[in-house]
Nanobody
């Protein structure tokens, strides 16, 4: 079973930056389209950024121009660089497969908490 381990979250002031990382176990990472999701308090989990196996990216409108997703297939890692953070970016961030391209892994990692203060 694939394991997902997210890290890099923290408490930051509005306008600050954070870089999240997710390490994915297994031998087939390079074939997966991957994504970052976030779940804000009281809200449903939403996709914020995705990257195909070939490196094409897309973003939710709310983060476009501020967040950058990338991947390192040699390290089985997908990252999310978050700049110009806003209080509404607060939530728990998770990585998983891009649900629109082949479905999700059977389980989620523990996520990493991002809190942006105003």
């Amino acid at each position: 079973q694939v394991q997902l381990v997210e890290s890099g979250g923290g408490l930051v002031q509005a306008g600050g930056s954070l870089r999240l990382s997710c390490v994915v176990s297994g031998s087939f990472f390079r074939f997966y389209a991957m994504a970052w999701y976030r779940q804000a308090p009281g809200k449903q989990r939403e996709l914020v950024a995705a990257i195909t196996s070939g490196g094409n990216t897309r973003y939710a409108d709310s983060v476009k121009g501020r967040f950058t997703i990338s991947r390192d297939n040699a390290k089985n890692t997908v990252s999310l660089q978050m700049n110009s953070l806003k209080p509404e970016d607060t939530g728990v961030y998770y990585c998983n497969r891009d649900q629109t391209r082949g479905g999700l892994f059977g389980s989620w990692g523990q996520g990493t908490q991002v809190t942006v203060s105003s």
